[in-house]
């Protein structure tokens, strides 16, 4: 064989991509790379208040660690030839346990914010939870998605404003109400607090030079209309239409005083299920069965609150163990991949939420870089559960983890 036919059998040119959102993407394999990129096209400061957490941020890293902790006991020979990943939650039909969760101000890591998230969410059979502090509104993200929709509701003092903003979420046709518990007063993000960051981020001379260093995110922020809270634009609560820090919006805005006496206030003012989320201990997963709700998210807002509070899935065994059947159980906070909500759901959980993950995809390459990370969850699920041995939700079980 000449070195012409053997350079031949071997040299491959592939077509040269010339979307760059494609060529973006392309080159990601996981969420940890799509984070990469993100931090790569976005401002510092913009980059920080999505992947920062509280204080010394050993919250965030726990949760992370406590899914590495667990390693699984798979079992082999079992003739599994199909997986089936589909569940319910809230009796309803998921395409695979996730629930995307609600996370403020999604435009400043994209134009369309809160309606790329919605239609990927729609387009992989998921819920998403959209946030009292979107950028978008409830009636434009209901426009852009004929799927399941969960709205999260903060308790502001102003008790009629919140009833008005449940009663648009009725009106447009969302599921159920998420309410976050874990937010008497807002985490200290030192990365935002170091940078003075505020939402929207102002211009100023840091903010300039870092805005030059990323031009096609400055250039689409320019582009786009101004961000606001959407859901209270105009309101005397103040709508974000000038910069604020989150901090003081959240600590004058929001009841720090919130007590069951507020779930029970909730029940009488919406007729759908409700969630709960931002449970830390089994007491208070048991207070909250006892007070009815249809489901908890055992979560501390991503280690964004209080620094030292316990990683969610260590708490999923637990509280399944004195509540399950009574209430679903969802667990929120460090899941990075398919294999994650595997865990999760032998652990005892219902489905899991997901905030981060979506938003370093959202970040790298708009709608799409969230429906790439969909996807890799939905086949590292089919994948991980074909490795283990469990043919379906219902077969994944305890028995299926070690160090749990
Ligand atoms: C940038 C960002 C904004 C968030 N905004 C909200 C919010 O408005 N309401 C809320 O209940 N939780 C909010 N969260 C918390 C998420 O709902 C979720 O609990 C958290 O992201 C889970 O951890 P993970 O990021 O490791 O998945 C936010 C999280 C992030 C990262």
């Known amino acids: 064989m000449s070195i012409y036919e053997t350079l031949r059998s071997v040299i491959r040119f592939d077509p040269i991509e010339t979307d760059p959102v494609e060529r973006r993407l392309k080159r990601a394999a996981s969420v940890a790379d799509l984070r990469r990129v993100a931090k790569r096209r976005l401002p510092g400061g913009v980059f920080d208040y999505i992947d920062g957490a509280a204080e010394d941020e050993r ?67 998921l819920p998403y939870t959209l946030s009292t502090l979107s950028t978008r509104s409830i009636e434009e993200v209901r426009g852009v998605s004929d799927g399941r929709l969960w709205f999260q509701v903060y308790a502001w003092r102003d008790r009629a404003m919140v009833k008005e903003m449940i009663d648009r979420a009725a009106a447009a046709r969302f599921e159920a109400l998420v309410l976050t518990v874990d937010t008497a007063v807002l985490g200290r993000r030192e990365r935002d607090v170091r940078r003075g960051f505020s939402l929207p981020p102002s211009i100023g001379p840091q903010t300039l030079v870092d805005g030059a260093l990323h031009p096609s995110w400055t250039w689409a922020f320019v582009r786009s209309e101004p961000i606001r809270f959407a859901n209270v634009a105009g309101r005397d609560v103040g709508d974000g239409a000038s910069p604020v820090k989150l901090s003081d919006y959240i600590n004058t805005q929001f009841d720090p005083s919130l007590s069951w006496h507020d779930v029970e206030w909730l029940r009488s003012v919406w007729s759908g299920p409700i969630v709960i989320k931002g449970i830390q201990t089994v007491d208070d997963a048991r207070l909250a069965a006892d007070a009815g709700v249809e489901a908890i998210a055992l979560s501390n807002h991503g280690g964004r609150q209080l620094d030292g509070a316990p990683a969610p899935f260590s708490l999923v065994a637990p509280v399944a163990d004195a509540v399950g059947g009574r209430v679903e159980i969802i667990c929120d906070g460090g899941v990075r991949r398919g294999s994650d909500i595997v865990k999760a759901v032998a652990a005892g959980a219902n489905a899991c939420m997901a905030g981060r993950a979506y938003l370093y995809g959202l970040g790298a390459a708009g709608e799409r870089g969230v429906d790439r990370v969909l996807s890799w969850f939905l086949n590292d699920m089919e994948r991980t559960m074909l490795l283990v041995g469990a043919a379906d939700i219902a077969a994944l079980n305890r028995e299926f983890l070690d160090g749990s």
């Open 59 to 125: 919250t965030l890293a726990a949760n992370e660690r406590a899914f590495a902790d667990v390693t699984f006991r798979p079992r082999v020979l079992r003739g599994i030839e199909k997986i089936d990943v589909t569940s319910t939650i809230l009796g309803q039909p998921l395409a695979y346990p996730l629930v995307l969760a609600p996370t403020g101000f999604s435009r400043i890591a994209d134009p369309q914010g809160e309606l790329a998230v919605a239609r990927a969410a729609a387009h992989a059979g």
